[in-house]
């Protein structure tokens, strides 16, 4: 009976673990975007609509707009699990914390629409 437990616990391991391989590589594959095709057609008002809001949007004297995107990423960080256990009267507990240190590195996402808010060009960079 107790294998039985055993391998039903390890079934919903393997379970939930498969499921969120392909939840993360759903959203990974939706986020892709050929922008290449978008110049020409895609408007300012299409871009702040499928993005928000830019960070930072320019109207340039020959016409054209600028409006860059910053995404604030952090990567790196020390993380401490908390857990519990116990083995027929013993028990044990163990508290920790998880903290994150900033890399200081940020994402920029630029488009560049015409005089018409048509995009014309767009690149990223950090």
Not at 29 to 56: C, E, F, H, M
Request: proline letters at 3%.
């Amino acid at each position: 009976m107790h294998q039985r437990n055993s391998i039903s616990n390890s079934s919903r391991c393997a379970l939930v673990l498969a499921m969120a391989m392909l939840i993360l590589t759903a959203c990974q594959t939706a986020s892709t975007v050929d922008w290449n095709s978008r110049i020409g057609n895609y408007t300012y008002n299409q871009a702040v609509a499928d993005l928000g809001p830019p960070d930072k949007s320019a109207r340039l004297s020959d016409g054209k707009r600028v409006a860059e995107w910053i995404k604030h990423s952090s990567s790196g960080g020390v993380s401490v699990g908390i857990g519990a256990g116990s083995y027929g009267s013993r028990s044990s507990v163990g508290v920790g914390q998880s903290m994150t240190l900033p890399t200081g590195h940020d994402h920029v996402f630029r488009l560049v629409f015409g005089p018409d808010d048509k995009l014309t060009s767009w690149s990223t960079g950090y």
